[in-house]
């Protein structure tokens, strides 16, 4: 039996063996834990938008959300290692090393190596997505004697989109992450057999889209996009602050929130039109889907579809987005 199509605002993440669905009914996880069973739970989340109307003017509220997420995410992310077995370690499998931090941190060990690698991660994505382009660009333009200058949004957002896509090919290829990936085409295609109006079944999930132009993958290449655009209207009108490194990053780091949060807005649109400008805009993140995203297998999709089924209503017109 299938039911009428329609767009909604339903939306996820991969977790570690599990995935991690918002929708009308709240958040919940869906998880294979080590003896084969799906752990479905619902987890409370108190939404700032939720609480006050400041945090949903638009731009505001895709600033805040992204902050939201971002935390949301790593919680989950930590509980669905509890669940699955991650944190289970076999001490006679651990090196001195090892052995001497299960010592000092026990059960929290697997949330301190994550909360350093959190912070690395910020530091790497700094070092790698503004540092670095800007470095480059001010060498190249010092050898070329400022031919270049007029271009210095294009060329340092070509770099960074260069980078991400780089780095994302080198990652896709690791067993773990490769998984990971097949949880987040389960979450792609559960969501989209959901909207096809068809009843959520393997079957009916298998043959859906695992691309979707509201995926974190399409709102990073939309920030990418935008920024280009954004950055080099402002080399353009603060050419003197542009050819200063730490100016430039820090009026970089300045305007991020806001171009943020003006492409968090396009992707709401996005989900719910299919014009021209949408399709051009969104075709470069929905490519890159190709990488972050694998075709699940059946197992898969089964805890991708225990976990949109948990946060969808018996009305499919109160998940559709406003």
């Not at 490194?245 to 492409?263: A, E, S, T, V, Y």
């Not at 649109?269 to 021209?276: I, K």
Request: glycine share 8%.
């Amino acid at each position: 039996m299938s039911r009428k199509t329609h767009k909604t605002s339903v939306g996820g993440q991969a977790l570690i063996e599990g995935v991690m669905m918002q929708g009308p009914r709240g958040m919940a996880t869906a998880v294979r834990k080590p003896d084969g069973e799906i752990l479905t739970e619902y987890h409370s989340i108190k939404l700032l938008r939720n609480k006050n109307k400041f945090f949903n003017i638009p731009i505001i509220r895709g600033i805040v959300g992204f902050v939201e997420s971002m935390i949301m995410g790593y919680k989950t992310l930590m509980y669905s290692a509890e669940v699955s077995g991650m944190e289970d370690f076999e001490e006679e499998d651990m090196s001195k090393f090892e052995r001497w931090l299960n010592d000092k941190f026990g059960e929290k060990l697997v949330s301190v190596i994550a909360g350093i690698g959190s912070v690395l991660g910020v530091v790497l994505a700094f070092l790698l997505f503004f540092y670095l382009p800007v470095l480059v660009f001010n060498k190249a333009n010092e050898w070329s004697g400022g031919a270049i200058t007029n271009f210095q949004g294009l060329i340092e957002g070509g770099m960074k989109i260069i980078i991400f896509v780089v780095y994302i090919a080198a990652v896709s290829s690791m067993k773990d992450i490769k998984r990971l990936f097949m949880y987040h085409g389960a979450e792609h295609k559960s969501i989209a057999c959901y909207e096809a109006g068809l009843d959520l079944t393997v079957e009916n999930a298998r043959n859906c889209t695992r691309f979707h132009p509201r995926c974190g993958t399409s709102f990073i290449f939309v920030v990418l996009i935008f920024s280009i655009i954004f950055y080099s209207i402002i080399a353009k009108i603060f050419p003197a602050i542009a050819a200063v490194r730490i100016l430039w990053l820090l009026l970089k780091l300045l305007f991020l929130p806001i171009i943020m949060g003006i492409c968090y807005e396009f992707i709401r649109y996005a989900g719910r039109h299919d014009n021209l400008f949408v399709k051009i805009v969104s075709a470069p993140g929905l490519w890159m889907q190709r990488l972050t995203t694998k075709e699940p297998t059946d197992d898969i999709l089964e805890v991708g579809i225990a976990a949109i089924k948990a946060v969808i209503t018996d009305n499919p017109e109160d998940d559709e987005i406003k």
